[in-house]
């Protein structure tokens, strides 16, 4: 496993340009899900995700999943109900395995790439409302992303309990 101080420096912005490209998270820093320190809990967690892989061996998919949902949940006061968590789960363990094989060199090349699409931001509209007098329910809020996210389909509308915020994937 690689252990220098730049390997581990690699590592950590691997985790950053995969967090920064999930369009969920970018809602949720630029719209207030998580408060007023959302961008910081945003950071934060790029550190908690890499304490995560270091303290967890033969992590598989579902688990990183399991893992990202529930810090949205209790970060951001976000269901993740786009079908992003198993992409984003994916690139994780790509960005991790790719530094734990040493592959230094393929591992900046995602780096790069990810980076570059970081500069395409998702669009958010409020989703239209029946009547104003329905004050019972969560906002949901859906997105348009500005990159494909592969084969996930967007999921049917569901109840919410109070001060959910779903964020789901535009028609």
Avoid at 65 to 71: I, N, P
Avoid at 101 to 125: E, I, Y
Wanted: proline residues 5%; charged residues 20%.
């Amino acid at each position: 496993m690689a252990t220098s101080k730049a390997s581990r420096e690699l590592l950590t912005d691997g985790i950053r340009a995969v967090l920064h490209t999930w369009p969920v998270l970018q809602i949720a820093v630029d719209n207030g899900f998580g408060g007023i320190y959302g961008q910081q809990k945003a950071e934060w967690m790029v550190d908690v995700i890499q304490q995560y892989f270091y303290d967890n061996t033969d992590l598989q998919q579902y688990e990183v999943e399991d893992f990202l949902s529930e810090l949205m949940d209790q970060e951001f006061n976000t269901m993740v109900e786009d079908g992003s968590l198993p992409q984003v789960s994916l690139h994780l363990l790509q960005v991790f395995g790719l530094w734990q094989q040493g592959a230094l060199q393929q591992l900046q090349q995602k780096v790069t790439t990810l980076t570059q699409n970081r500069s395409q931001r998702a669009k958010v509209t409020a989703p239209p409302t029946e009547s104003d007098e329905s004050t019972d329910e969560a906002p949901a809020m859906e997105c348009d992303e500005s990159t494909p996210s592969g084969s996930s389909t967007p999921h049917p509308p569901q109840d919410t309990e109070d001060s959910w915020t779903l964020v789901r994937r535009k028609k």
